[in-house]
């Protein structure tokens, strides 16, 4: 037995000085960092750097309150049958520690021993609670680094993790309340390099290196069997389940990572004017989701700037109301809020400016093409009078007798024949007369054989001189292309002022072609043969047919 503890204490130092060199921690000159009160001395040879509770014996870091072969100081050796235990042998572990093989380890956070003797926690796994998972419970921490090997630590007291991970206290140092110092603080004492508290610690009760027997727990500085004063015997601690996290509400219910115990409840515990919201710490002031409350929520488009949803206009953006704007650009908050530019206007640079498009030219504060606006024919500046029009930038005579103007007319009638039937008002000005009735028809309206209100019409799009009309109508008692007595046989010739339809004169008895000259010519973009009406000579007398109704501006 004697010599498999000498094996196990020869790995275990190994192990340790493994790690040491590991973290560049085997400097001769420092000769371990123990702190506080020691157990044993030096077993001589080459110190190592050792991480507390251990210390150098004989060149390897031994733990002096569980090691058999070194109980209490260097070589000091139990008996056969004894385990070491606080630094003592004896034949049984106190201080809630338990027996496995002869060495006295803690079930609660032991890697080899997670639980129960030999239970190994697999790689990447601590042991919390007694416990083989993936995070520390009860308010310790996982770390990683020097001498913890994934141990779950208290940062509170850890000398070897002080206030986080990998923070060693230097040698004489102890850790309390997450400080490295020289004495403990907050009432706890040093005890063999680490802070306790002997009026609750089971393995330092009243003092250090006093444990408590098996099933005994630790209260005012005594070991007893029952706990009082609202504390609550949780294993051999009395705890107060009000507040301690590794026994929050009841015995064994360990906080999670990052909770604290509240009243007997496991909660993330907020601070720096952060709230705890759906189980995570928000900043109110800057947290869109999370404005000023927890339950606020910014819409899209909206910061969160000191607790209040706020528009936050990006780069080179204005706000103007509830939206942002670019105000070198957009017509209707031009160089400034609310600054609309006029209609036909576009905002450049912040300025309202007229802008044409390709093939227009700016005359003043609108557009105009100069190669047919007959207003502004060539220049800005230049008019065409009444009997010239704008062809290609120049003013040209528009009183062409064998020019017919209605080819650029839209016609439109009263009611008769459809485009549907081929026969529709297009008809009137396709260019196609009488004689080609047999592919291109004619055009037909809804109308008697006196006047009434039936009509044919043509409009321009701009204004246009009319002087002369011609009607190419059937011949009343011809029945080519269509019956006899369909004779547009005349109606009120009419032109558009602007305002109102003026009455130039009127035709009618026509059994046949006709045409009609205006007394003076007119500058108008409408012209209409109102009441027209059909020959009363013979045959249907209704419905006249006009097979081409040509329009000329002199």
């Not at 498999?4 to 493994?18: D, F, K």
């Not at 060199?21 to 190592?48: R, Y």
């Not at 260097?74 to 042998?89: F, I, L, N, P, R």
């Not at 005594?222 to 509400?249: E, H, M, Q, Y």
Request: net charge negative; hydrophobic share 25%; with cysteine.
């Amino acid at each position: 037995m004697r010599a498999l503890r000498g094996i196990g204490s020869a790995l275990l130092g190994l192990g340790v000085a493994l790690v040491g060199c590991a973290t560049g921690s085997s400097d001769t000159s420092n000769p371990g960092v123990g702190g506080g009160t020691s157990l044993g001395g030096s077993g001589g040879g080459t110190q190592n750097q050792c991480f507390p509770p251990e210390q150098d014996c004989g060149g390897i870091c031994v733990n002096p309150y569980s090691d058999p072969n070194h109980c209490g100081a260097c070589d000091t050796t139990c008996a056969g049958g004894e385990v070491c235990s606080q630094g003592k042998c004896g034949a049984d572990c106190a201080g809630g520690l338990s027996a496995c093989g002869d060495a006295c380890v803690d079930l609660e956070s032991d890697l080899a021993n997670c639980g129960s003797c030999g239970n190994i926690c697999a790689a990447g796994e601590v042991c919390t609670q007694g416990k083989c998972g993936s995070e520390c419970l009860g308010g310790t921490v996982q770390c990683t680094s020097s001498g913890t090997g994934g141990k779950c630590a208290d940062l509170s007291v850890d000398p070897q993790n002080c206030g986080q991970c990998g923070v060693v206290c230097a040698n004489g140092e102890v850790c309390s309340q997450g400080k490295c110092g020289v004495v403990c603080g907050g009432g706890s004492t040093n005890c063999g390099g680490k802070c306790v508290d002997t009026s609750l610690d089971p393995q330092n009760c009243g003092s250090c290196g006093q444990a408590c027997a098996s099933g005994e727990a630790c209260q005012t500085g005594a070991c007893g069997l029952v706990c009082s004063g609202g504390l609550t015997k949780c294993g051999s601690k009395c705890a107060d389940t009000t507040k301690d996290p590794a026994n929050c509400g009841t015995c064994g219910n360990a906080c999670p990572s990052g909770q604290s115990c509240v009243s007997g409840s496991c909660q993330i515990v907020c601070s720096g004017g952060t709230l705890n919201c759906g189980g995570s710490c928000i900043d109110p002031q800057i947290d869109p989701n999370h404005c000023g409350t927890c339950t606020t929520v910014c819409t899209t488009g909206l910061s969160c700037v000191s607790g209040a949803c706020t528009l936050v206009c990006p780069t080179g953006q204005t706000k103007c109301g509830s939206a942002c704007f670019d105000t070198k650009v957009d017509a209707n908050n031009c160089g400034s809020c609310g600054n609309k530019c006029p209609t036909g206007q576009v905002c450049q640079a912040s300025a309202c400016t007229l802008v044409c498009p390709t093939g227009q030219t700016k005359c003043g504060n609108a557009c105009f093409d100069t190669k047919t606006d007959p207003q502004h024919c060539g220049s800005c500046t230049t008019v065409c009078s009444a009997s010239q029009t704008c062809q290609n930038s120049a003013c040209v005579s528009n009183c062409n007798p064998t020019t017919n103007i209605a080819l650029t007319a839209t016609p439109s009638s009263s009611g008769g024949g459809t485009t549907a039937n081929q026969v529709g008002p297009e008809k009137m000005n396709d260019g196609f007369l009488e004689a080609s009735c047999a592919t291109n028809k004619f055009h037909w309206i809804n109308a008697s054989d006196t006047p009434g209100t039936a009509y044919i019409q043509y409009d321009w799009a701009s204004t246009v001189t009319v002087k002369r009309i011609s009607l190419d109508t059937t011949q009343a008692s011809s029945t080519t292309c269509t019956s006899a007595g369909r004779t547009l046989a005349g109606g009120t010739i009419q032109y558009w002022s602007g305002s109102t339809w003026v009455t130039s004169g009127t035709v009618s008895g026509q059994t046949n072609d006709w045409s009609y000259t205006f007394p003076t010519a007119v500058t108008t973009t409408r012209i209409r043969i109102y009441g027209a009406h059909a020959t009363n000579t013979t045959g249907q007398q209704s419905n006249p047919v006009i097979f081409e109704w040509q329009v000329y501006s002199c």
